[in-house]
């Protein structure tokens, strides 16, 4: 089965500063697809960047990009020039197929003016 | 703008009471999912469906079951609702078939059901 770690249950970054979320998956298979999403106080979960495995070239969404190491299953999240509206919960999420999104448990962050 | 709408953001629920949850999606998606999420757990999937009165469960499915009668509604049932239920309950709906489906889910804005 499928999971999704994420290992830090809670960051914080000064405003304008960047952070990187971590998030490692585990699968078997060579052909699926990643996701970052965000979940602000309002709990409107957004989609903000995707991935697919077989794009070497990692995801990038104006400030935000991906870090995308297949071999290590890993796939870190970065926000740059970090603003007061992206304190939020960020999930990272694993989809494989026709299979159901499968999501990690979550990081808090934190942006301090 | 695409929606998917639950009826309710705050519920407060008595012990052995019977709850409908409902989520409506006016996308025309066929693929409907509920998740519930607790802190430190992240979002686990309790039951899906893929088309129009078919159901198929998730990794969470026990306490719960779910009806989906017509294509834009997908209902969340709690038998008979007891305090380790009270969570966030959330709804996501998408395309069926691939690649839509990989482009990740639509979702509600969560229900808070409080189960006393």
């Known amino acids: 089965a499928q999971t999704v770690t994420q290992s830090q249950p809670e960051m914080s970054v000064q405003e304008a500063e960047t952070v990187t979320l971590s998030c490692t998956y585990d699968t078997s298979e060579s052909d699926y697809y990643l996701f970052w999403y965000k979940q602000p106080p309002s709990r409107q979960m957004i989609l903000v960047i995707r991935q697919e495995a077989y794009k070497q070239q990692n995801a990038t969404e104006n400030r935000f990009s991906v870090n995308f190491q297949k071999a290590a299953k890993s796939f870190s999240l970065k926000i740059s020039d970090s603003q007061l509206g992206d304190a939020a919960m960020y999930f990272c999420?694993?989809?494989?197929?026709?299979?159901?999104?499968?999501f990690g448990q979550g990081t808090r962050l934190t942006i301090n003016p | 703008d695409v929606k998917v709408t639950q009826s309710s953001r705050y519920l407060v629920k008595r012990t052995g009471e019977k709850v409908f949850l409902e989520c409506v999606q006016d996308?025309?998606?066929?693929?409907m999912f509920w998740y519930r999420q607790d802190p430190g757990l992240g979002l686990r999937l309790i039951y899906f469906s893929y088309d129009v009165k078919m159901k198929e469960k998730g990794d969470i499915p026990e306490g719960y079951s779910v009806s989906r009668e017509k294509k834009e509604r997908f209902s969340l049932i709690l038998e008979s609702a007891s305090t380790n239920q009270t969570s966030m309950y959330l709804c996501a709906s998408c395309s069926g078939g691939s690649p839509q489906f990989n482009y990740g889910y639509t979702f509600g804005s969560g229900t808070r059901l409080t189960v006393v």
């Open positions: 999420a694993f989809i494989q197929g026709a299979q159901k999104l499968v």
């Open positions: 996308m025309d998606h066929e693929n």
